[in-house]
């Protein structure tokens, strides 16, 4: 959260953390439209998995206000919930005011109990889109794969042959050779 601090100054209203290890298909002008009808302090997208094992997890009423946050228990089924914090996470700049300056300050150890403490309007945005934490080599791996398998797309790719792609702005050069698999 101190790197969210940082960029205060920069930021005029409601702004977008998403972490960089992450891949997904979350519609988020729909999310950023939830976040604003819902007056929320905080909008935190949250996904369900059958193995929330190493994830923060979320609890939330039928109002999809949430009502219980913790990181990475060491027990998920003592919290009753395989909801995930997906590290994308709308915010309103009055968050700033919660986070210290010029020390180490982590948002899910710290800010969001200090929210939910608060009582500050923190809500969920379920997504059943697709969403990977690729963090590790495996998952890594995984987010080439459901790209090369069609699970998800991107709008500026181009299919230069059998499970090579480019962005449409990639040159090309006389002599360059390509051997599979390129990632």
Excluded at 99 to 120: D, G, H, Q, T, W
Excluded at 156 to 172: G, H, L, M, T
Aim: overall charge neutral; some cysteine.
């Amino acid at each position: 959260a101190g790197a969210i601090k940082n960029c205060g100054k920069l930021l005029k209203d409601t702004f977008l953390v998403m972490t960089g290890d992450l891949l997904t298909t979350i519609n988020l002008n729909e999310m950023k439209n939830f976040h604003h009808k819902k007056n929320a302090f905080i909008t935190m997208c949250t996904k369900e998995l059958d193995d929330p094992t190493g994830y923060g997890l979320v609890k939330f009423d039928s109002n999809r206000r949430i009502t219980r946050f913790i990181e990475k228990p060491e027990d998920w089924r003592e919290f009753n919930t395989n909801s995930i914090n997906t590290a994308v996470w709308f915010m309103d700049l009055g968050v700033l005011d919660f986070i210290p300056s010029n020390v180490k300050y982590s948002a899910e150890y710290e800010l969001f109990p200090a929210l939910l403490k608060a009582r500050k309007p923190f809500y969920s945005y379920p997504t059943s889109e697709y969403w990977l934490d690729f963090g590790n080599p495996s998952k890594y791996m995984q987010a080439h794969r459901a790209f090369f398998d069609g699970q998800i797309e991107f709008d500026n790719a181009i299919q230069i042959s059998e499970k090579f792609w480019v962005e449409d702005k990639f040159d090309i050069y006389p002599g360059m050779k390509f051997q599979k698999p390129l990632y």
